[in-house]
């Protein structure tokens, strides 16, 4: 057997979690579900080991290229969690956010970083709405299972090229 090349995907069960299910990466709004109890400390929400969050202070916080990071990492699935559009803590965060995916997206998948526009969710939940959360990760988990196996190569970092020495 030969030594994997640099091009050579890595098999489908890297982008699993240890429960089997596609590990999914999600933004999560600490105004919105991010202040109760439905997210362990480490971040997985509960009951669902394949989900990670990362807490943050508003949706409209999320920079574009934390979700193309992750998809560099391994996620299958990403999602950010923000308040009810209309109904932001910070006023437009979430409308923010709305147009920033819509055209980072539609971005990855033009150039062909991504197969499906759906492996990309948004959730716009008020702090009350738990049973809604869990059913949309729910659903957003089965969606990204039925896809194929996403593998997105790292950027490579930029060197500068070493100055001569006079």
């Known amino acids: ?16 979690a240890p429960n089997g299910k596609p590990k999914i990466i999600g933004f999560v ?11 362990h400390e480490d971040g997985t929400v ?3 080991d ?24 391994g996620a299958q699935g990403v999602f950010v969690l923000g308040c ?5 803590h ?13 055209q980072h997206v539609g971005r990855l998948t033009n150039r062909k970083i991504l197969d499906d526009k759906g492996r990309v969710a948004e959730l716009y939940l008020g702090a009350t709405e738990n049973g809604e959360f869990f059913g949309q990760l729910e659903d957003f988990t089965k969606y990204i ?11 490579k ?3 500068a090229p070493a100055k001569k020495e006079a």
Request: some cysteine.
């Open 1 to 16: 057997m030969s030594a994997p090349t640099e091009n050579t995907a890595p098999p489908a069960a890297v982008n699993l």
């Open 29 to 39: 709004c600490e105004w919105s579900l991010g202040r109760n109890d439905d997210i």
């Open 46 to 48: 509960k009951g669902m």
């Open 50 to 73: 394949h989900i990670k969050t990362l807490k943050i202070p508003c949706s409209g916080f999320v920079k574009t290229e934390w979700v193309t990071v992750a998809f560099e990492n």
């Open 84 to 88: 009810p559009l209309g109904d932001c």
């Open 90 to 102: 910070f006023n437009e965060g979430n409308f923010i956010i709305n147009e920033r995916l819509e």
């Open 145 to 155: 299972a039925e896809l194929p196996p996403l593998v997105v190569q790292a950027k």
């Open 157 to 159: 970092p930029r060197v």
